[in-house]
């Protein structure tokens, strides 16, 4: 079956960090660029960041630029998003998305081919 599945959200107090984990199953990830995305209560879809298929590329929406870091390790099939000083307002469940050679960056976040289910965030004291 092929899907992506995130893991890593949880509940963590102002200040603190978390790393959300986009695994893929079905398909290996070495040719897809990955974004993350998420989405608060009562709020849109929201952009977070992205990483080229290459690695070579990444972006990141300013409210989480130098707190954020993407990464990727295709030998575990696998895309990070490590999260640093989180603030209240990073609450939201937390999607990856691939697309198959999609770029990253530029205002466009690659997520045409498979999305994950979420991970749910809670950023609370």
């Known amino acids: 079956q092929v899907q992506l599945v995130e893991s890593g959200g949880g509940l963590v107090y102002p200040g603190g960090s978390l790393r959300l984990s986009c695994a893929a199953s079905?398909?290996?990830?070495?040719?897809?660029?990955i974004g993350w995305f998420r989405q608060a209560p009562g709020k849109a879809l929201e952009e977070v960041s992205c990483?080229?298929?290459?690695?070579?590329?990444?972006d990141y929406a300013d409210s989480v630029k130098g707190r954020f870091t993407i990464s990727r390790d295709n030998d575990k099939n696998t895309v990070y998003l490590q999260m640093n000083s989180l603030k209240s307002e990073d609450t939201a469940v937390y999607y990856c998305?691939?697309?198959?050679?999609?770029?990253?960056?530029?205002?466009?976040?690659?997520?045409?081919?498979?999305w994950g289910q979420g991970t749910q965030v809670t950023v609370s004291s």
């Open positions: 998305a691939a697309e198959l050679g999609g770029p990253c960056g530029g205002n466009y976040y690659p997520s045409r081919d498979f």
């Open positions: 079905g398909f290996t990830l070495d040719s897809y660029s």
């Open positions: 990483i080229h298929e290459s690695g070579l590329s990444t």
